[in-house]
C-alpha cells in the first residue's frame, strides 16, 4: 500500500484551491509530477469539487460531487499524482473515496462525528484540519473518530491519518501560528502532522466585499519555520494566476514559486534530521 504520509520524508499535498477547467487543473498537475521528483516523500494533488464554506453566498463553488471527481480522475490519469478532495458531508464520504486516494477534513468540520466516521469507514487515507478554535490536544477525538477506537465507533477502519495545523483564531481577522503545536498534535494525536502554510495566512472576509482577504508574502517564512519546529509535511494551495482565482486567491502561492520555496524546505527538513 502506498504511503502518503511518511514520518521520514518530507511530503507536499498541493494544487488548486477549487477545481477549475481541465486546461488550468492539469497545467498545475503537471507542474508539481515534474516537482515530485525532487520531493522525497512526494506530491499529493489537491482540489475541491465544492467550497461549501465560502464567506460570501454568491461566491464561486465549484464544478460539484460528479463533475469533480472525473476531473480529479483525469488529473490523476493524466500526471500520475494521487489526488486528494475534501469532503462535507457523510454520503459524499463513499462515492470520493471510489476515485481519490486520500480524502481531506476542513478545518471547520473537524468535530462532527457522522462525517469522520463516514470517512473512516472508507478505508482511505484521511488528512483532518484542526479547527481554527482548537488547541493541538482537542485534535485526539477528531482522529479517534476516524479510527473507529473511540465509545461512538462507527466502524471506521482507517489508519493512515494525518493531522494539519492552519492557525489559531483570535477574532481581530487574522490567523496565528503557534510553532508549539507541531509537536502538541503529534503528541495528541500519534499521527503525522501537516502545516496549511496557505489557509494560515488568509483573513477571513476582511477581502473586497466581504471575500476572505490574505497575505502570501508570509507563506515562505510560515512554510519554513513549520519544516524546522517539527512539521512533517506541507499543504500549499497553488495557482498560475493567484490574482485571478476563484476563490482563495490572496493567500494561494504563486505556481512560479513552488519549486524554489520547496527545494528550500527540502534543504531545511535535510539539515534538521541529518
Not at 462532527?112 to 473512516?120: H, K, N, P, S
Not at 495557482?239 to 527540502?266: T, Y
Request: net charge neutral; hydrophobic share 40%.
Amino acid at each position: 500500500m502506498a504511503e502518503y504520509f511518511p514520518a521520514d520524508r518530507l511530503f507536499l499535498i498541493a494544487g488548486p484551491c477549487v477545481l477549475e477547467s481541465d486546461d488550468l487543473n492539469l497545467r498545475v498537475g503537471e507542474t508539481l509530477a515534474r516537482l515530485a521528483e525532487k520531493i522525497p516523500g512526494g506530491i499529493i494533488y489537491k482540489a475541491s469539487f465544492d467550497k461549501a464554506n465560502r464567506s460570501n453566498r454568491g461566491a464561486a463553488r465549484g464544478p460539484g460531487l460528479d463533475a469533480g471527481l472525473e476531473a480529479l480522475d483525469r488529473v490523476r490519469r493524466a500526471t500520475g499524482l494521487p489526488v486528494l478532495t475534501d469532503v462535507h458531508t457523510p454520503d459524499q464520504c463513499a462515492p470520493a473515496a471510489s476515485v481519490v486516494d486520500v480524502l481531506h477534513i476542513p478545518a471547520f468540520l473537524c468535530r462532527q462525528t457522522d462525517l469522520l466516521e463516514a470517512a473512516g469507514a472508507t478505508g482511505k487515507p484521511v488528512n483532518v484540519k484542526k479547527g481554527q478554535w482548537l488547541q493541538p490536544e482537542g485534535m485526539r477525538g477528531a482522529v479517534q473518530k476516524i479510527r473507529g477506537d473511540s465509545k461512538s465507533n462507527g466502524g471506521g477502519r482507517s489508519r493512515d491519518i494525518a493531522v494539519t495545523e492552519r492557525g489559531t483564531f483570535f477574532g481581530y481577522g487574522d490567523l496565528v501560528v503557534d510553532m508549539r503545536s507541531f509537536t502538541r498534535l503529534r503528541d495528541a494525536c500519534g499521527a503525522p502532522v501537516i502545516f496549511d502554510a496557505t489557509h494560515s495566512v488568509q483573513r477571513p472576509g476582511q477581502g473586497p466585499e466581504g471575500a476572505s482577504g490574505g497575505a502570501r508574502e508570509f507563506v515562505p517564512v510560515l512554510a519554513l519555520s513549520a519544516i524546522a519546529a517539527g512539521a512533517q509535511g506541507l499543504f500549499l494551495e497553488t495557482h498560475p494566476d493567484p490574482d485571478r482565482a476563484p476563490s482563495d486567491g490572496p493567500n494561494m502561492l504563486p505556481l512560479s514559486e513552488m519549486e524554489s520555496l520547496m527545494g528550500r524546505a527540502v534543504d531545511i527538513w535535510a539539515r534538521i534530521h541529518r
